[in-house]
């Protein structure tokens, strides 16, 4: 696969596909002649050199340097802050505090029906905002914060969600730190469904929390203009920000506009405004400057979001030919010191992923003294699947069936944890199985572990998955502006952010496969509430398959004028004109054919406009990506480390647009999971402080190049999905995340015997339990 | 009038006009709510208090300089350039020359069929390009350009377009310096014209040359982010610098974005890319940094544009009665060394202001070493103003009949010069010329005057004059994208610049109107190739005309959608609502109303948008504004000193969009108008250098508040034209400076009996001719 061959790129002389009748939705893709193909992205000498424009580098020749005074701890009421001396440094423009005009503000937390004040009395988590600072340099900004003088009283924390019911544990919010009562789901009899298996598994689960911790930090430059204000931010979504923004300062929406330049990663953190970008908002007001604010590394840690802690049980009944008769399932987690989904979603691949007619489930959410949990790729999802993959894995063994044969058996073809059981567009659960064992050599390998006696202190083992992703296809709304400029070159207008996952490349595609355009004609625009079109947050796996068919739309709506300007100028029926190379052509009359840039209705008009919005998905189907993973793994007896050797990830998640962004979302989603299950967790000291010990990127372990496996094997499985949307894309980002680190345990226990079932299986962690099974010999 | 009440600004509960029925095109308004009252700019604020950002104040961290190297000479060969010391100079990071690699570009000059190369070696005026440099400071740059060492072969030039014929003038281009064959136009038989009438007048006129001189310089910001190329330009215009720029340097469309911020001022100047947009654009490839490129005052009077100086001859007849019977005019003009229009329209006015079956029109166009003309405010009618209007005083004076009974004896009904004498959709000259000599008091002043005998040395008069403009009520393309929030809230993306003259403020009224929203409630972006709709460039008075229509077409489909949704919700008839205050209402069923922020079909979709095209005008009848002027001068018999004081303007341009607009755009019209007719001219060293001598504003002499009269009247004249386009807008920019030189020399006359035929009427020169006839009494 040559993927910087010229011919490509450049895309001359594909075919276009036919245009649908005018007023005619367009069909489903069957063939695609761009679509699928590995283009490197448009972007990408920006993103290389170094010439694009991250929020964080945003700049103003008098632009001044923002900063967050916050809680050093964990539980304390403010009783008096001395802003004076911080207010006399040098450099310093503006001290803010709650007691400030106009910074008496209400915050709403996200994912929850949580409010607090902006600067609020009652500090709950360590980094909660106590003040904001602005300067003429950073640093200055930092001498002033810590020169700012708060009288806390310092306040008993409870940091450690499993102690949080404690009669002796401090309330945080409301009678006792229950969040709500608990979140339950039933369906069947699971008694019943225990008594007709075979064998019934129980095993305890535990996810540590993860830091999302992406590559360019939270923040954003916020400047006003007259009663408007603009807002630079590193987002997922330029509109959540502007309606977050708007609300706590009561504005309009029109009079805040927020810019999404290119931005370095969010995994679920950026989806809303942070409290920094309002207190950025409320310095550049002060100050009549623009003001850049971004968080540190550390503060990022504390208070920018989570994927939250999971104690996890579940017990879950087979009967001997593999029939799973009944899972019961029970979760214990926290979102942290407000609301905000600590439980989210823990349990959906319990009550979904396999055919099970009896499932339970309950979950209980309580606060703790600490940051709030956010979105983490695929919510709920990653924390569950290690609990159920590895009972699934533990019931194979137990009836004595190949792992793979045991999910092949409970294959679902509807869903079931849904009212009405509604079917799948696609269920390609099945081919990932059976493709992903194929391409990874399951069988084979499976034989000859078990035909080897393993000697020395590198043990091999191998593991598998698998998952679904809870909702796919996209949905509306998304509205696009395509305008096609007489010399035949293209501007897409498209609000959603590109995170970094190759979005902005795709929707170009999409405009060249419908329009015959050479991709590097086409220009796609940054996300912008005051220049691009409506767009919901990047986020969920729903962005290309939520844009491209609105992208898709506009682009046939371009075509239809395009082709009514050329039926006109050739004096030609429209319904025979196609676009071949940049020309447009008639099938029916050979010589009647007229390149774009010398359509005289195109030069007079300027641009053609099309305007495409998000219709709802065609069927009333369920749309649903699934995937299988399969790894092998090198285990050091000796020293507990874990190697992992080889993957093979295969992902239903319909139309592939582009292989290469397709691999990128595989590879970044398996070294996240790798990340769970190896290196990640935060660290709480629950003794003495309850603040957080390894607050940055060297005691905070994120999977590095050495941790990822050279072989990472993407197979895309395609069943050809026409009922999801009209471009067959599903998600890709979250379901390739979901499996990974249960897989590797799988693996692990295959290789030494040992379960590990609380992430991350540290060395450290291994060799205590090789050592104490080694005791119990 | 209280310009500053908040209840007329906010628009509080104003009602709302009927909604067409889907599909139905909006019928023109009857009856207006906002439009027509006096709001002050939307951008008041940010332009007042200088927090506006204008191309010139666009900057970048690492931003650098660009000059550009202009030929001393009118007329000179490049033999030589030698950059090397330049190069070596502090802060130097590029140096650009015509043999540099990416540079040999072919350079089109506006209005014409002219080319050169971008840097040639033949300099044909003083200021063309020769190189170009980038540096740290403007300072270094500049010093850097001192520093470049070019051997010219200075050649014999001519600057006067007066000798360009002579045999022994230097020839610019080809075998002569004609630019093209005479433009004729004929009607009728003149020689029988002639004959019919009582008095035949033959006169000579002259203009000067005028430079336009905005406040903001000519210049741009330049900055490449990969193959993509983004200008900051002071412009009237995004989308035609973005095509010449494209069109430059071989580039896509979609690839070069033009952003145009606030901007002050164009006057027509502004129409097109300069060659210092291209030079700065290749500076900043050249050194991967953005460009600044803003030309020095100076410079700016060399090279970009002029209203070029015309040399008439207009021989006229009249019946006793007052009927115009012929009109035969000659004009020699220069649009300078390369083609650009030197005699464009100078001859309309002529051809078309007055009812007169025998004209004949030949106007001749010779080339000169000096800058290029650009349109500017009216192109070539103030000049034909200046001799038709002096001519018709004359007549009247000639016959004994009042300077107003002649005009009005001739008024016209249809466009005589145009093919099939299509008729106008309205003539607002009769009342133009009634109602604005009523508003002066015209007959009495006169019957004052000529009952005054006048002693001492200041001598008063009064004059009038008429007008037409060639084109109103504007024209398709236009394209506009309404946004409107989930909160009511909206955003207008509009591709059109605002020059200053309150664009913004008028479509945002005509949302307001549309809609019921509150003014502050609805946002306009800055025009923007990437990220706004196609427009246009702002000038020839056609702004408002062609893109409200656009602008209301937009509103109106966010009216029917907001409405359809409305009645969803409300279970009712889509036909009985109607929106007031934020408030959906059924004049049916009073119980149903809903205020917008609660829509829940809104907060669904994020956002509704409307999409709005500019239609052809609704009737085939030509749209023209009209206007006639009317003023009082006292002039110093001893010094030759004229004081306007004062001016009365009844302008026919449709629809008073916004009172306060409207009469800026009349004071800014005839303080230009005073500038042409008492201070401004370029001079030229005709003798040794061919060299401009006054190019700043402390020898060129442009009008300041002490040359205006403090009385400006302005009578809006609107007989409800509802053929011209659905707002009813015309032209108002330029029509309202056309006849205000002539108008005043007429009042000289009045004054003084000397008929001044030459621009400007300084004291010298008046002084001279009171000498001069005082010498041969």
Not at 323 to 343: D, M, N
Not at 361 to 379: M, S
Not at 736 to 757: D, K, L, Q
């Amino acid at each position: 696969m040559k993927v910087d061959d010229p011919e490509l790129y450049y895309m001359e002389g594909f075919p276009v596909p036919e245009t649908p009748a005018p007023g005619e939705d367009p069909k489903p893709w069957i063939e695609t002649f761009v679509i699928g193909k590995p283009l490197p992205r448009v972007d990408a000498y920006q993103r290389v050199s170094g010439s694009a424009i991250y929020p964080s580098d945003v700049s103003f020749p008098d632009m001044i340097y923002g900063v967050v005074v916050g809680s050093p701890h964990p539980n304390a009421m403010v009783e008096r802050i001395d802003t004076s001396k911080a207010e006399k440094m040098p450099g310093v423009r503006a001290v803010i505090t709650g007691s400030t005009a106009g910074a008496d503000l209400t915050w709403k937390w996200p994912y929850g029906n949580s409010k607090s004040k902006l600067f609020d009395p009652h500090c709950r988590f360590e980094g909660d905002a106590v003040a904001g600072i602005a300067a003429d340099t950073p640093y200055q900004a930092a001498d002033a914060a810590a020169a700012v003088e708060v009288q806390y009283k310092v306040l008993p924390f409870v940091v450690d969600e499993r102690k949080a019911l404690d009669p002796a544990a401090p309330v945080i919010h409301g009678k006792d730190n229950h969040v709500g009562k608990p979140d339950t789901y039933e369906r069947g009899d699971v008694n019943k469904g225990f008594a007709e298996a075979d064998v019934v598994l129980e095993t305890e689960y535990r996810t540590e929390c993860l830091i999302h911790t992406p590559m360019e930090l939270h923040g954003c430059v916020a400047r006003w203009d007259g009663d408007r204000l603009t807002i630079w931010e590193s987002t997922q979504g330029v509109y959540p920000v502007q309606q977050d923004v708007a609300g706590v300062l009561g504005m309009p929406l029109a009079k805040v506009r927020v810019i999404g330049h290119y931005m370095g990663g969010g995994f679920g953190s950026k989806l809303q405004a942070g409290k920094y970008t309002v207190i950025a908002s409320l310095l550049a007001k002060a100050t009549g400057r623009p003001v850049k604010l971004f968080l540190s590394r550390e503060e990022t840690f504390l208070s920018t979001g989570n994927r939250p802690p999971s104690n996890m049980k579940l017990k879950a009944g087979v009967k001997k030919d593999g029939t799973l008769t009944a899972l019961e399932f029970t979760c214990l987690g926290t979102g942290g010191a407000y609301q905000s989904g600590g439980i989210s979603l823990v349990d959906w691949l319990i009550r979904d992923l396999y055919t099970c007619p009896n499932v339970r489930c309950e979950c209980n959410d309580v606060f703790i003294n600490a940051g709030c949990a956010r979105p983490f790729r695929a919510p709920g999802h990653p924390q569950g699947s290690w609990a159920l993959e590895q009972t699934l894995d533990a019931l194979a063994e137990a009836i004595k069936m190949d792992p793979v044969d045991l999910r092949l058996k409970n294959i679902p073809l509807y869903s079931q944890a849904r009212a009405g059981d509604p079917p799948y567009t696609t269920t390609g659960l099945k081919e990932c199985i059976e493709k992903g064992a194929a391409a990874f050599g399951w069988k084979e390998a499976r034989k000859k572990l078990s035909q080897t006696k393993q000697e020395g202190h590198i043990r091999t083992g191998i593991g598998m998955g698998a998952c679904l992703w809870f909702v796919g296809g996209g949905r509306p709304p998304s509205t696009i502006v395509l305008k096609l400029f007489s010399d035949g070159s293209a501007n897409l207008n498209m609000g959603a952010s590109d995170l970094g996952t190759g979005t902005k490349t795709v929707m170009a595609m999409v405009v060249a496969e419908e329009l015959g355009l050479k991709i590097h004609n086409i220009q796609i625009e940054n996300a912008d509430t005051g220049a691009t079109q409506y767009a919901t947050a990047s986020g969920g796996s729903k962005t290309v398959p939520t844009e491209s068919p609105a992208v898709r739309a506009a682009a046939v709506e371009v075509k239809r004028q395009l082709l009514k300007i050329a039926a006109d100028e050739l004096k030609t029926d429209v319904q025979a004109l196609t676009i071949r190379n940049g020309e447009i052509l008639s099938s029916r009359e050979p010589a009647k054919r007229i390149k774009i840039p010398d359509l005289k209705g195109l030069k007079q008009r300027g641009v053609i406009v099309g305007i495409g919005y998000r219709g709802p998905n065609p069927s009333n189907k369920w749309v649903n990506p699934f995937g299988a993973q399969f790894c092998e793994v090198k285990v050091d007896m000796r020293t507990g480390e874990i190697e992992v050797v080889r993957f093979v990830a295969a992902q239903e998640s319909g139309r592939v647009m582009n292989r290469l962004t397709y691999d990128s979302q595989v590879i970044g989603g398996i070294t996240m999971g790798i990340g769970l299950g190896l290196t990640e967790m935060r660290v709480l000291d629950g003794n003495e402080t309850g603040k957080m010990c390894n607050r940055n990127w060297h005691d905070y372990k994120l999977p590095t190049a050495l941790d990822v496996p050279r072989e990472i094997v993407s197979v895309p499985i395609d069943p050809g999905d026409t009922e999801a949307n009209s471009t067959g894309a599903k998600g890709l980002g979250e379901p390739v995340t979901i499996p990974t680190a249960a897989v590797i345990a799988n693996a692990v226990y295959n290789a030494t015997g040992i379960r590990v079932t609380e992430t991350p299986m540290s060395p450290v962690k291994l060799c205590l339990m090789l050592a104490e099974r080694d005791r119990r010999k």
